[in-house]
């Protein structure tokens, strides 16, 4: 089994920044790509950032620039750290992890998805 805890959000004024925290855990053979998803109030959820497991970061157009993903390969940890923080950010902020792992003496593999983290921001 496999588990995704978000962390980081909260609450910030406009201009400021925030660092999100993605922990996996469990039974892990390996973590192949990470994204951060947010969905805010009335929207679709979207894509905020990917990063494979040989390092490349790779953002959608209009995430580019105030956004950036990273990741602690010893702590099985992904990061997005958040600047520049505008109140069109204000959403819920998902991880989401493609993971190879045992399910009992079975290899699995999927992706697994965290609670998610809430961050506002206020004008």
């Known amino acids: 089994q496999v588990q995704v805890v978000e962390s980081g959000g909260g609450l910030v004024q406009a201009g400021g920044s925030l660092r999100l925290s993605c922990a996996v855990s469990g039974s892990i053979v390996s973590i192949n790509v990470m994204r951060w998803f947010r969905q805010a109030p009335g929207k679709q959820r979207e894509l905020v950032a990917t990063?494979?497991?040989?390092?490349?970061?790779n953002y959608p157009e209009s995430m580019k620039g105030r956004f950036t993903i990273s990741r602690d390969n010893a702590k099985n940890t992904v990061y997005l750290q958040m600047n520049s923080l505008k109140p069109e950010d204000t959403a819920v902020y998902y991880c989401?992890?493609?993971?190879?792992?045992?399910?009992?003496?079975?290899?699995?593999?999927?992706?697994?998805w965290g609670q998610g983290t809430q961050v506002t921001v206020s004008s």
């Open positions: 989401n992890a493609n993971v190879n792992y045992w399910r009992g003496t079975v290899l699995a593999g999927g992706d697994d």
């Open positions: 990063l494979t497991s040989g390092g490349s970061a």
